[in-house]
């Protein structure tokens, strides 16, 4: 079942009069239980396709679906009924002067036990949700952004990059949790990054970036085996490489 979709979308910034154009006919869909993973460099357009789907920033033109509605140009107040974003930030994206717990209760009306269902989901304990976010590792915290986002029930995780300000060890960890919550929770997931290898390892279907153009898309298996583009074949020339 098609649970996102977008069409045609297009996005394009001014920037000191020079026009950047992030987002060029691109399409994309999203099954049910499924892991998609964006991948491109820097500057490709992954984090403003990701902010078009959640409705923080709205396209110039093209649509977007949740099943069947189309819901182009609503925000995040609407969209976060059924998708959440998580970001490569997870300290910013908690209130500094909030404990865990007040944090994760504003977001959702949700009881006590059902948050302490969804902490241990997330491999954390119950002594954490009385600190501050500075209190925590940098791990625990994005697992922290992972349970409000899971305490939502919105059905959909929209991931930017949320590994990248980890340690390689702790990077692993937060991947194999989102393996387990898709699979506990039955939740769909957008994985963003620009590493191949990370992306690869658990996403059912890969979708390539590169200057606003989607260059490539499918499943994962094939486009590591059989990449059709050559700027995929680069990209995986330097995993190997490494
Ligand atoms: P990625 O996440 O793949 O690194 P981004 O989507 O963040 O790429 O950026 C794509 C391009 O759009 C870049 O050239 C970036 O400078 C530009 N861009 C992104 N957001 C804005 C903005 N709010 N205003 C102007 N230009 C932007
Ligand atoms: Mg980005």
Redesign the pocket.
Known sequence: MRILSGKDLNKTYVNRDREVRPLQHVNFELHQGEILGIVGE?GSG??TLLKVISGIEKPDSGKLYHLENEYTGQGPEKTGKFLRMIF?DAYGSFDPRMSMERSLREGSDESREEIMRVIGEVGLTEELLSRRPRHLSGGQCQRMSIARALLSHAGVLLC??ITSALDVTTQAQVIKLLLEIRDLEKISIIL?S?DLALVSMICDRIMVMKDGVVVEEGKTEKVIAEPSDEYTCKLLDSIIAV
């Open positions: 820097s992954k984090s490569q930017d990059e963003v620009h």
